[in-house]
């Protein structure tokens, strides 16, 4: 295991072709236990399970579907299973299962989300489920192929979504006011830190519908909303942030305000931006951080 959160949130991708390699029985345990005791963001009840077996697998991989097709070889799949089929419970799903994803990443392991190249019918039939559980989401985990026709396979599908790319913070950070320009030029290294590491997390087709509003002072926080209803996306950007902020020394805390219309109002978001939620604390100094150490 290596590596901080900032710095596998920088090299994980998300991978489609795996190699014919399992993975340890106390990794598979320790992430399902990892997800067990991530922060949650609501009380909405959710786990996350696995499904074993490349056949099993391959049973609820889609073949066919949209530009992605198929996430081929992996010995593993993450179920995240939601108690209550709402966008709260979604945004939570994505808060949880991403501090997984990089955990496995930490450990050398490959994954994929995924919430369109999968029957969610057949996910649900190979999982044990309460009467009010719905699957909503799936991440494929092994260990990556490394033969060049992998990586020809992975290379295609990742220039169809352009998945490397990501937009610059200056179109993703607004200063203080939606639409005011915010530029990392003078700005706290550790709060561009922060917002380098939410600018790099996946989302669905890459589409980054994030947006943030920075307001400065004794207490930063940061206004996130979204440019389409994407609660998953939503919930995977929260914990990049903090993540990457609790290791800046942002003593910070995530305040949910889902479809608040009085947090678009504070910032003049226009009618088509999501209200999600704050993050607020301050970003410690460099000093501050050593000393209290
Ligand atoms: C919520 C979510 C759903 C996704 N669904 C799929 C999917 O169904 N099939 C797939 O191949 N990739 C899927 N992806 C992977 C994205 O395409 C990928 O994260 C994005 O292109 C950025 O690339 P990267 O993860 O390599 O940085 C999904 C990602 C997220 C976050």
Redesign the pocket.
């Known amino acids: 295991m290596s590596g901080t959160f900032r710095e596998t949130i920088r090299v994980?991708?998300?991978t489609?072709r795996y190699a014919d390699r399992p993975v340890p029985d106390d990794i598979l345990a320790h992430l399902l236990e990892f997800a067990a005791r991530t922060p949650r963001l609501t009380d909405v009840p959710l786990r996350v399970t696995a499904v074993s077996g490349r056949e099993r697998v391959a049973r609820i991989l889609a073949r066919y579907?949209g530009v992605?097709g198929l996430?081929q070889g992996a010995p593993h799949l993450l179920v995240g299973l939601i108690a209550e089929d709402s966008d709260r419970a979604r945004l939570d799903l994505?808060y949880v299962l991403e501090p997984v994803v990089l955990e496995a990443t930490r450990r050398g392991l490959s994954t994929?989300?995924?919430?369109?190249?999968?029957h969610p019918e057949r996910a649900a039939d190979e999982v044990e489920r309460g009467p009010n559980e719905v699957v909503a989401?799936t991440v494929a985990l092994g260990y990556a192929r490394e033969d060049p026709l992998a990586r020809i396979h992975d290379g295609a599908?990742?220039r169809l979504?352009a998945?490397?790319r990501r937009r610059p913070l200056e179109e993703i950070v607004f200063a203080g006011k939606w639409g005011v320009s915010w530029s990392p030029e003078g700005a706290d290294p550790a709060l561009v830190e922060v917002l380098e590491c939410a600018r790099l997390a996946?989302?669905?087709?890459?589409r980054q519908p994030w947006r943030f509003v920075v307001e400065s002072g004794a207490d930063t926080r940061l206004h996130l909303f979204l440019t389409y209803p994407s609660p998953?996306?939503a919930g995977?950007v929260m914990a990049h942030v903090a993540l990457a902020g609790a290791e800046v020394g942002w003593d910070g805390h995530w305040a949910l305000r889902w479809q608040d219309p009085a947090l678009s109002g504070a910032v003049s978001a226009p009618p088509g931006a999501l209200p999600v939620g704050t993050f607020s604390g301050s970003p410690r100094r460099h000093e501050d951080t050593k000393k209290n150490r």
């Open positions: 994980r991708r998300s489609r579907l992605y996430v994505g994929c989300w995924m919430t369109g190249s999968y989401a599908v990742r979504v998945a490397h996946p989302s669905a087709e890459n998953i996306d995977i």
